[in-house]
């Protein structure tokens, strides 16, 4: 039997009760408005991720690491954007309140493309680690096994999305991914970041801005969702092999980082990424309500709404000190 990998991003956390009792009926009349087919979603998201340019398409799938210029004047600075998962690799699932099936794969690329487009509104050349439901990295044969990544095809897939961002020269990174628990009553945002690189004081202050202004566009609709809080990457990812303790997946087991946002390591991983980065998780969606805000154009627009505003909060110059000047006398 081949490995397998489970990232596990907020393994055991249990974020529950919701912070305001009546959020979830209060509100559910607002998601249903927004409801659309999945043909509908599908020609916006495709609408939104026309015009763009693959960045080496001999390394990366089709339709993986594309970058896109700004469409309102130019700051001259590359932001990358990672939708998690995709492909043969679905992510996470649960379900919506109406007990429709979700994937976390969809919902991160759509969230992706919004981001993009908010984005690049401002000004910004983005690069997205996919436009479609692919994975980035070109599966080899032994990145596959009964139709399934195998623990070296999902370390080849997540190192992969580095490597776009290293590729296009981006100067910030924003993993979008989605969270997915034991129990229902599981809840919440979370923003993870890594303290062993070079620049982690800049890797806080970016997860610190994209988990309060993910969570505040998000609460602005009064959905009172729980603050997890920012995290060291150290206690939200591992990899559990699913059989086989050796190789990869020995090494997989000991590196105590989220590979997106970790340092290298000898022997397993030679590709991290160059600039700052963080990776948020802005809803369960094994809690149907939050499934449910996951899954609708109001929930994604919010998301995506509060990553392009961390995104122009972190390069938005610092104030100028003021000076006070003292009168004789």
């Not at 995290?231 to 087991?253: I, K």
């Not at 000898?266 to 809690?287: K, N, Q, R, V, Y």
């Not at 972190?314 to 100028?320: E, T």
């Amino acid at each position: 039997m081949a490995c397998t990998l489970v990232l596990v991003v907020v393994a055991g956390l249990g974020i529950s009760s919701r912070l305001a009792g009546g959020a979830k009926a209060a509100n559910t009349a607002t998601l249903g408005s927004d409801a659309r087919t999945s043909s509908q979603v599908k020609a916006s998201k495709g609408s939104l991720a026309a015009g763009g340019k693959a960045v080496n398409p001999s390394y990366f799938a089709s339709g993986a690491c594309v970058l896109f210029t700004p469409t309102d004047g130019n700051r001259h600075t590359v932001v990358f954007l990672d939708a998690g998962h995709g492909g043969i690799d679905p992510g996470g699932t649960g379900v919506t309140e109406s007990g429709q099936a979700i994937s976390e794969k969809d919902l991160t690329l759509a969230v992706e493309l919004e981001a993009m487009a908010l984005l690049r509104s401002q000004g910004f050349s983005v690069v997205v680690s996919r436009t479609t439901d692919t994975t980035v990295v070109r599966l080899a044969p032994a990145d596959v096994a009964d139709g399934a990544l195998t623990l070296l095809g999902a370390h080849d897939d997540v190192a992969a999305r580095d490597v776009c961002a290293n590729d296009a020269g981006a100067a910030v990174l924003v993993g979008i991914y989605f969270d997915a628990g034991a129990s229902t009553s599981n809840a919440g945002s979370v923003t993870g970041y890594d303290a062993a690189r070079p620049f982690a004081a800049d890797n806080l202050r970016l997860a610190q801005l994209v988990q309060s202004d993910v969570l505040a566009s998000l609460n602005s609709h009064g959905w009172a969702i729980p603050d997890g809080g920012v995290l060291l990457d150290t206690g939200l990812g591992s990899y559990q092999a699913g059989s086989g303790g050796s190789g990869v997946a020995s090494s997989a087991a000991d590196y105590d980082h989220l590979l997106l946002l970790g340092p290298a390591e000898s022997g397993f991983f030679t590709t991290p990424s160059l600039m700052p980065g963080a990776l948020i998780e802005p809803l369960f969606l094994t809690d149907p309500f939050e499934g449910s805000l996951a899954d609708s154009a109001s929930g994604q627009q919010a998301i995506a709404t509060g990553i392009a505003s961390a995104v122009e909060q972190y390069f938005a110059p610092a104030p100028a000190a003021s000076t006070t000047t003292v009168a004789d006398g």
